[in-house]
């Protein structure tokens, strides 16, 4: 190796700043050979019990520790602040940027060569992946795997998935709050995140097919040894991409991201993963769109049988050859030429990978969904574009014009979709507001709203649903989301009343409110913004930096790469 390592700057020479930085290090037992030169990794890992995703961390950076002690690196555990996506209120979206901020500043100021970066619950992995790529150090994701399918009398049941089925058909009478609460225990029953096609799911897919993830990363089981397995030649791999100077800007193309909106179709992946790899692709500085969501992924079949699209889970997912076999079943759509974190390109990865279920991945001339995909949708209610997930909503709703049911806020809806007088019936649009990235703050997953209580004990299992949040990936139905811009920067969506008329046409790619325009510039004059919900801390910062979701909802002064130059000397 000719390129002098980055922590040589702390660790290299006999002067004072050497002394300091060596002394402290050795005082937890490293011996001086430590410090000859070989490579410092940093791992930067997201393990906290308020997150029970990564709850299983402490056991897996082990795995990785010695992976790189193997490979002839040095390997140093730092910790970042962790979005658990179960408990984090209001919404862990909202401090996605703020645990990037913390991963970028801990990468650049600290003597690091390499990162491996631990990421499972939803928004820890694009946090990881935003922070590192602002810096553009070697970097390798493995993610902490899903859960075992869970089990509820002798049948599978998804996390999240079941969560919204069962609860309404319990509010439909159906299902007796009994067997609901019976199910809980069933159904997160090993450590891991979601084993639905989540977001958590999706993103440990996404950065397999991005390229910057070893081949495996998305579908062994959390508590299967092949994760363990893959933890320790992650350790070793980071070790070697030090040594090849394989920086993230080398794996994070155009084509890179071409490749993983391709996948998110084939996979029916989660609509979080467009928020995640806009604000990806504009702290890496590549180029990428709404429309390129829309231009690559809106052909793509949905091959993968997975709820909530499908029926089967991330287990069943993981002995049919996982992610690396399914795409190999769409390798005709893909840069098989993109580089990956491996040295080799994708084709080499997947080449000799094989489907053992063609049930659970099935054939491109057989998928569950013919056009998978993100669909973006644009018009008069979304100038700047919405979207929604063809496969997992109804056909016969692609189609649909609708009198509006406005909700003003989250609470509004809560206090009233039950009320028997609400004036609604199942050719409605239901309308949610004020929940986008400044008015909730941070785009909170509420956008897939239950339906009324006298709609759903009369059968009626799915309504067009419209709004400026987003929904978990674990969630179904003829949902539009991400409404931009939000209504409380004054976006139509914010001049929307009762019994306006709404189309919705996803093949056509529109949403259009019927209503005139000069009745809009009427209302537009006489409304006013919404209050922020907190003053003052990091929500300030939020509401005041944050963009809108058809740019990935960063904050301004976030987006692009500052690069890991050694900062000047702190003795």
């Known amino acids: 190796m000719t390129k002098k390592l980055r922590s040589s700057a702390w660790f290299a020479g006999d002067d004072k700043d050497a002394f300091i930085h060596r002394s402290w290090m050795k005082n937890r037992g490293l011996p001086d050979d ?12 997201t393990f906290s019990e308020f997150t029970p995703c990564n709850a299983h961390f402490r056991e897996l950076v082990e795995h990785v520790k010695k992976g790189v002690l193997e490979a002839g690196g040095v390997p140093l555990e730092f910790p970042v602040f962790s979005c658990g996506e179960s408990n984090l209120r209001p919404t862990a979206m909202l401090f996605r940027n703020l645990a990037s901020m913390d991963v970028e500043e801990a990468i650049r ?23 590192a790529s602002s810096c553009d150090l070697p970097s390798i994701v493995i993610s902490g795997g899903p859960m075992l399918n869970g089990k509820f009398r002798g049948k599978d049941i998804g996390s999240g998935t079941d969560v919204w089925r069962f609860s309404e ?35 440990a897919s996404m950065v397999e097919a991005l390229g910057v993830a070893l081949p495996g990363n998305a579908a062994y089981p959390a508590v299967d040894a092949r994760r363990s397995r893959l933890a320790r030649m992650t350790g070793r791999r980071i070790v070697e991409m030090v040594h090849e100077d394989l920086a993230l800007s080398r794996v994070l193309t155009r084509a890179a991201f071409a490749n993983a909106i391709r996948v998110n179709g084939a996979i029916g992946g989660s609509t979080n993963a467009v ?33 909530p699209s499908g029926r089967f889970l991330m287990e069943d997912f993981c002995y049919a050859g996982g992610l690396p076999a399914l795409m190999k079943e769409v390798a005709s759509a893909l840069d098989l030429d993109a580089l990956t974190v491996t040295g080799r390109t994708l084709g080499e990865n997947i080449e000799a990978a094989e489907n053992f279920d063609k049930e659970v991945i099935r054939p491109a001339t057989n998928p569950l969904t013919a056009n998978g995909g993100i669909a973006v949708l644009r018009g ?49 649009v239901m309308v949610l507001r004020n929940c986008g990235p400044k008015g909730y703050p941070g785009m909170a997953e509420v956008g897939n709203m239950a339906l009324p209580r006298k709609l759903l004990e009369r059968g009626v299992r799915d309504m067009v649903r419209l709004s400026d949040a987003r929904m978990s990936g674990t969630a179904f139905g003829t949902v539009v989301l991400h409404v931009a811009p939000e209504a409380a920067v004054g976006g139509p969506l914010a001049l929307v009343l009762d019994g306006d008329e709404i ?30 919900a907190m003053q003052g801390g990091y929500q300030s910062l939020y509401v005041e930096r944050t963009l809108q979701a058809d740019k990935g909802a960063d904050l301004d002064f976030l987006v692009g790469c500052r690069g890991h130059a050694v900062p000047r000397e702190s003795h």
């Open 34 to 45: 430590a410090f000859d030169g070989r490579p410092i990794i940093g791992i930067c890992n």
């Open 109 to 131: 100021g600290n003597p690091m060569d390499g990162v491996v970066l631990m990421a499972g619950c939803d928004k820890t992995t694009p946090s990881l992946l935003m922070g």
């Open 169 to 203: 058909d319990v509010r439909a009478g159906v299902m007796s709050r009994s067997d609901f609460m019976a199910a809980e225990s069933a159904m997160s029953r090993s450590p891991g995140h979601c084993m639905t096609m989540g977001t958590a799911s999706t993103m």
């Open 275 to 307: 928020v995640h790899l806009l604000a990806i692709a504009g702290r890496i500085g590549t180029p990428l769109t709404l429309e390129d969501w829309d231009r690559w992924g809106q052909d793509m079949p949905t091959i993968l049988d997975l709820m």
């Open 380 to 428: 008069n209610l979304a100038p700047d574009g919405a979207i929604i997930k063809p496969s997992a909503a109804s056909a016969e709703l692609m189609r649909h014009r609708g009198r509006a049911v406005v909700f003003d806020t989250i609470e509004d809806y809560k206090r009233r979709v039950d009320d028997p007088a609400l004036d609604i019936d199942q050719s409605c």
């Open 503 to 532: 189309e919705l046409d996803v093949p056509a790619r529109r949403l259009q409110l019927h209503v005139s325009e000069e009745v809009l510039a009427a209302r537009r004059a006489a409304w006013s913004a919404p209050q922020p």
